[in-house]
């Protein structure tokens, strides 16, 4: 257990809906950070908050946008979802920003 | 693109010692190796690190060469738990950029 979790779980919805994924970090985390992990793409980057304010931005699409709320916890919301969508989506966090990453057990999405 | 190349697969029989190799030639001063890997979906798990000192710690060894050029994470007495795939990254951790880039990893299979 890495003291990450994520919720829900599993997700399974329709093209054209939108989703939010929630994430809280380990405690005293002040980093979280997103990642997309589909079958033919690997382990995507998508973006990084730190203490509130984005960091680093990765291969994030336009339709996915993300916020970390001042009690540390982070949402990725994932709007117009397309059947491409589908994928394991990662929540880690690290005490500072570039320290080493503790990695939750992840959000699997359906897009039917 | 990941700055690493590793084999995309290797064998090892329970007990003996798996050695996965990491070649990453353009690794620049600043700029650390670590090693995380994935069992089946779950989320990454952080292993070691290192900048140019070989490290130990109650998971596994890491070996760098003098020329830093390349590296060997080393589990000294694989389980079949230790089955997964092991990625191997190089970031500077003085970078605002990209924190972790995942390229496809070595699938380590441990056989009874």
């Known amino acids: 257990d890495s003291g990450v979790t994520q919720t829900p779980k599993h997700l399974i919805t329709a093209t054209g809906q939108r989703v939010t994924l929630r994430c809280s970090p380990r405690?005293?985390?002040?980093?979280v950070y997103w990642y997309q992990q589909s079958l033919d793409q690997g382990l995507q980057f998508l973006i990084q908050y730190y203490n509130g304010e984005e960091r680093a931005k990765g291969n994030i699409l336009e339709r996915f946008s993300a916020q970390q709320f001042p009690d540390l916890h982070s949402e990725l919301n994932l709007s117009s979802l397309e059947l491409g969508d589908s994928a394991l989506y990662f929540c880690?966090?690290?005490?500072?920003?570039?320290?080493?990453?503790?990695f939750g057990p992840g959000t699997r999405l359906t897009v039917l | 693109d990941a700055k690493t190349t590793q084999p995309p697969s290797m064998d090892c029989a329970e007990g003996r010692a798996a050695n996965l190799p990491c070649n990453h030639s353009t690794i620049s001063g600043n700029e650390y190796v670590y090693w995380y890997r994935q069992i089946h979906s779950q989320g990454p798990q952080y292993i070691i690190h290192g900048l140019k000192n070989n490290e130990t710690n109650e998971m596994a060894s890491l070996i760098i060469t003098e020329d830093r050029k390349s590296s060997t994470l080393i589990l000294p007495h694989a389980t079949l738990r230790d089955t997964a795939v092991y990625y191997c990254?190089?970031?500077?951790?003085?970078?605002?950029?990209?924190?972790?880039?995942f390229g496809k990893g070595t699938r380590l299979s441990v056989i009874a």
């Open positions: 405690s005293g985390d002040l980093s």
């Open positions: 880690a966090s690290s005490v500072l920003s570039l320290d080493e990453q503790f």
């Open positions: 990254i190089v970031f500077s951790r003085n970078s605002g950029n990209t924190p972790l880039v």
